[in-house]
């Protein structure tokens, strides 16, 4: 099952782009500014979430499209339509993203029940070097193509930790803040267990990789608090009176980190070479859309991966690519590095807002 007969409308640069005739292996290339990476982003936007970019709607429609956009496509399955899914923002509600499942409204969060989309980006070449809030966001859109429900806890997880934070500030009463550190706890130790199983999965499914040539990362799941419901319930009413002289919750998994190093040397992602920083991105990246991809089809975006990596470590990514069972699409400023898939691969040139098929 893959992604086919893709179509944006007034989408960043793209003001009527389609795309038929898919297959496993996906290639744009062209220019810097040409439109590829809009390509990828709006694939994105078929999962729950904000996308590649993380941007905010009123970035995404072009400059001719009143303030809308609409991003389409269908899920094919042995030649035959299964599903059509889109979303869309409307002109005169431009702060609200819509989704449509053949024809019939739906949630973002029901997009994920049809397709696991998972990518690696550019930007996110610093991951080992940035904040925990950073690798936490990481774990949790990699739970979210595993376990649908991951992205509800969160969110409420964070309203409840917002209002806990503002009943410590005006100092109420007891009973109120039992109540709101019972909806803290609820969803705080069911993100717990879904990163952690995330972790142990990703750790089994590296260990199956084979250690070259790609770089592979040993990872550890460090909880913030408690990881039972009961006991973080129990350490929050402890910890109100510390917690109120911090003006912040300093207890639960808004606290948790992600601890990487590189397999054989131990040595910290953060203190390794850009180079081994990439290869364990795309390790991790290679085994979690592996496991993203089992019971739903799964689409992975590369953008510009090809680029860092030498002649021997593409064509080991591209023979793991074909032995995968995501859909596979990769981006390029010219088609030379992708030489070895060219004759098995969907190409498209892109070039300011246009795609030509080759």
Not at 60 to 81: K, R, T, V
Not at 159 to 188: F, M, P, Y
Not at 268 to 292: D, R
Request: net charge negative; hydrophobic share 40%.
């Amino acid at each position: 099952m893959a992604l086919d007969r893709i179509a944006l409308s007034h989408f960043r640069n793209h003001r009527q782009t389609e795309l038929r005739g898919t297959a496993q292996l996906n290639l744009l290339y062209g220019e810097n500014g040409a439109g590829k990476t809009n390509i990828l982003e709006a694939l994105s936007l078929l999962s729950p979430g904000r996308g590649l970019r993380r941007a905010q709607l009123s970035e995404l429609p072009g400059p001719d499209g009143g303030g809308g956009f609409q991003i389409g496509a269908s899920l094919i399955e042995q030649s035959h339509e299964s599903a059509r899914i889109g979303t869309f923002v409307e002109p005169e509600r431009p702060g609200r993203r819509l989704v449509r499942v053949n024809g019939a409204e739906a949630s973002a969060q029901s997009l994920s029940e049809w397709l696991a989309i998972g990518w690696l980006t550019p930007a996110m070449d610093g991951l080992f070097m940035d904040s925990a809030g950073a690798r936490r966001r990481y774990m949790d859109r990699l739970a979210l193509a595993i376990e649908p429900a991951h992205a509800r806890h969160v969110s409420r997880y964070e309203a409840a930790l917002r209002e806990r934070n503002k009943l410590l500030e005006e100092n109420r009463e007891a009973t109120w803040l039992d109540a709101i550190e019972a909806q803290v706890s609820e969803h705080g130790a069911q993100i717990t267990a879904n990163r952690a199983e995330l972790v142990c999965t990703l750790a089994d499914e590296l260990t199956a990789l084979p250690d070259a040539p790609f770089a592979k990362p040993n990872l550890t799941y460090l909880p913030g608090g408690p990881t039972e419901r009961e006991d973080l319930r129990s350490e929050l009413a402890r910890t109100r009176g510390r917690d109120r002289a911090a003006g912040r919750t300093l207890t639960g998994p808004h606290r948790d980190e992600l601890d990487v190093v590189m397999a054989g040397s131990g040595q910290p992602a953060a203190s390794c070479s850009t180079g081994e920083q990439k290869a364990m991105l795309i390790a991790l990246t290679l085994a979690h859309a592996g496991l993203a991809a089992e019971g739903r089809p799964g689409v992975l975006l590369l953008d510009e991966v090809a680029a860092h990596l030498d002649p021997v470590r593409r064509a080991a990514l591209f023979d793991r690519l074909r032995a995968g069972r995501a859909q596979v699409w990769l981006t390029g400023t010219e088609s030379a590095p992708f030489e070895d898939i060219l004759e098995e691969a969907a190409v498209w040139r892109v070039s300011a807002g246009t795609v030509e098929q080759m």
